[in-house]
């Protein structure tokens, strides 16, 4: 590992041999020039430092500096965007940003079950044409391990258009990916993820634009209040309030603020999702299908 890559506290060996790793991993790559898909979250930020850190370790003689491109999308917050290129910088990587709008495309707009490969597709599609553009042929998105166990089947176009997901071939997991970056300084070691807007909405729910804009401001308002896991599920006319458990008795102690502030976001019935926060609880009407259809058969 690269000595003078400096951590901000102690690492166990196992930890400091996974970083040696995924260090070791982009210099071998260095002269195809590496580019990344940065969103400004835990793990493309981990990416950008480990690859940012393997073009500065002196083994490639002036490599180009990392490609950082950054997707503004309309089911992703746009108040991402400056923040992605500022992090990119700060990481001596070079940002380029790509506005995508994914409403184009008339089969997305419907929400289907496939709707993260339509939608992976479009915008790695887009990414990887401005990579080799400029000349970069290692593009690499924040796969990692944990996502081998969730239903994505957006990462079926990774391996159709020849997208590396490094975390994910090397095994690390996400809370692997938060221990690191906390280690190393990084500031999204404890930031939350923030899936795509479309999964607030259950499959084949018309993805209406002001509708998300609505559940993207209310999760904010709640993140605001100090709820750190928010998702606002949507389903017509149920507004579905998913927290960490540990936070139900804040939430209830607020009770009167926070249906005062849903309702004038237009939601006539709020409730509270008694099973807490669960990454992907919208996922379940399709693996639930799923295992019905394959213990019938």
């Given at each position: 590992m690269n000595t003078s890559i400096k951590m901000d506290r102690e690492l166990s060996p196992k930890l400091l041999q996974t970083y040696a790793g995924l260090t070791a991993y982009f210099q071998s790559e260095l002269h195809r020039g590496i580019c990344i898909a940065y969103s400004g979250g835990v793990d493309s930020t981990l990416l950008l430092k480990a690859a940012s850190d393997a073009a500065s370790s002196g083994i490639a003689p002036k490599p180009r500096p990392v490609l950082a491109v950054i997707l503004e999308t309309q089911l992703h917050p746009?108040?991402?965007?400056?923040?992605?290129?500022?992090?990119?910088?700060?990481?001596?990587?070079?940002?380029?940003?790509?506005?995508?709008?994914?409403?184009?495309d008339p089969q997305l707009l419907n929400n289907p079950d496939n709707r993260c490969y339509l939608c992976k597709h479009l915008l790695f599609s887009e990414l990887k044409t401005r990579a080799l553009e400029h000349g970069y042929c290692m593009i690499c998105d924040g796969s990692n391990k944990d996502d081998e166990g969730e239903y994505r089947p957006g990462m079926k176009v990774l391996k159709e258009l020849g997208i590396r997901s490094p975390l994910l071939e090397l095994g690390i997991t996400k809370s692997e990916v938060r221990a690191l970056s906390g280690a190393l300084g990084l500031p999204t070691a404890a930031l939350p993820s923030t899936p795509c807007l479309a999964?607030?909405?259950?499959?084949?729910?018309?993805?209406?634009?002001?509708?998300?804009?609505?559940?993207?401001?209310?999760?904010?308002?709640?993140r605001e209040q100090g709820f750190y896991n928010v998702r606002?599920?949507?389903?017509?006319?149920?507004?579905?309030?998913?927290?960490?458990?540990?936070?139900?008795?804040k939430l209830l102690r607020m009770r009167e603020q926070v249906i005062r502030?849903?309702?004038?976001?237009?939601?006539?019935?709020?409730?509270?999702?008694?099973?807490?926060?669960?990454?992907?609880?919208?996922?379940?009407?399709?693996?639930?299908?799923s295992s019905a259809h394959s213990a019938i058969s």
């Open positions: 746009h108040s991402d965007t400056q923040q992605a290129v500022q992090r990119a910088r700060q990481l001596h990587a070079l940002p380029e940003v790509i506005r995508v709008n994914e409403f184009q999964t607030r909405l259950p499959y084949g729910t018309y993805l209406d634009r002001d509708l998300l804009l609505r559940i993207h401001t209310g999760e904010q308002w709640l606002l599920r949507f389903h017509e006319p149920l507004l579905r309030i998913e927290i960490d458990c540990s936070d139900f008795s502030q849903m309702k004038s976001l237009g939601f006539l019935y709020v409730t509270l999702d008694l099973e807490g926060f669960r990454s992907g609880s919208m996922d379940l009407q399709i693996t639930n299908t």
